[in-house]
């Protein structure tokens, strides 16, 4: 069982920055691929970004490349999202995720998920 809990939203203006923490509560956090998805009212979900259980491959929404960065920090079970140049088509609950073994960036995939944290992001 994987436990997620998100932290690091809020309200920002177009251009700013935010970084969202995801803390994991699992003893082999190493085994786990993990991934950043967003819902906006009204819209389906849609993966943001995506990261193997090393860190060294990552993938990136398009609309988000370049702007965004995900990372994660295995001895403190931690996996991160920092987000640069906000635009308001950013606005969403923001969610973390996590799946055993290989990366996707299918969110169906994915077996355990956060609670979400609102980011809004004004013009």
């Known amino acids: 069982q994987v436990q997620l809990v998100e932290s690091g939203g809020g309200l920002v203006q177009a251009g700013g920055s935010l970084r969202l923490s995801c803390a994991a509560s699992?003893?082999?956090?190493?085994?786990?691929?993990l991934g950043w998805f967003r819902q906006a009212p009204g819209k389906e979900r849609e993966v943001v970004a995506a990261?193997?259980?090393?860190?060294?491959?990552?993938y990136y929404a398009d609309s988000v490349k370049g702007r965004f960065t995900i990372s994660r920090d295995n001895p403190k079970n931690m996996v991160y999202l920092q987000m640069n140049s906000l635009k308001p088509d950013d606005t969403a609950v923001y969610y973390c995720?996590?799946?055993?073994?290989?990366?996707?960036?299918?969110?169906?995939?994915?077996?355990?998920w956060g609670q979400g944290t609102q980011v809004t992001v004004s013009s």
């Open positions: 995720a996590a799946k055993y073994g290989v990366m996707r960036y299918d969110g169906s995939q994915y077996n355990y």
């Open positions: 699992v003893r082999t956090f190493n085994n786990y691929a």
């Open positions: 990261i193997n259980w090393s860190g060294g491959s990552t």
